[in-house]
């Protein structure tokens, strides 16, 4: 086995394995997934950046920045105006701190990204096991 199948084969195990996590996923875990993916994506961003990887660096915080539009673009205005306002702004401003973090090599502005991003990332993890629980009464009566 050469390195470059062992690598293809890699890529390959990645991607059915992250195909079944999505296809077999509700939808807190799918938010739960993209706000992972934009964590891992700028933190992969900030390696290639102490690197000096510039190519791979544009690639990571411009996969992060799809995400964080992705995140953006499902949120529900109508339903919850407030929160989504609120969500609104600090996708945006996350944006525009990882803009700057790109730009300018500031680890300050990446680290701010992620500190801003977790909490809201693991809030959709607790709603999850909220949302779960209240569903177990119901679904054991059921059965």
């Known amino acids: 086995m050469t390195y470059g199948y062992a690598r293809n084969a890699?890529?390959?195990y990645q991607d059915n394995s992250a195909r079944g996590s999505v296809e077999g996923a509700d939808r807190h875990q799918l938010t739960s997934m993209l706000f992972d993916g934009?964590?891992?994506?700028?933190n992969q961003a900030r390696g290639a950046m102490r690197r000096g990887d510039v190519p791979a660096?544009?690639?990571?915080?411009?996969?992060?920045?799809a995400i964080i539009n992705e995140l953006r673009g499902s949120l529900d205005h109508k339903g919850g105006a407030e929160l989504a306002g609120r969500?609104?702004?600090?996708?945006?401003y996350v944006t525009r701190r990882l803009l700057h973090a790109q730009l300018n090599d500031d680890e300050r502005a990446i680290d701010e990204a992620?500190?801003?991003?977790?909490?809201?990332r693991d809030a959709?993890?607790?709603i999850r096991d909220t949302f779960l629980a209240s569903?177990?009464?119901?679904?054991t009566a059921a059965a």
């Open 114 to 120: 992620i500190d801003l991003l977790t909490p809201v």
């Open 10 to 12: 890699s890529a390959i």
């Open 135 to 139: 569903q177990g009464g119901a679904s």
């Open 38 to 42: 934009a964590i891992d994506r700028i």
């Open 57 to 65: 660096k544009g690639l990571y915080f411009g996969k992060a920045l």
């Open 124 to 126: 959709w993890r607790q």
């Open 87 to 92: 969500l609104d702004a600090l996708y945006d």
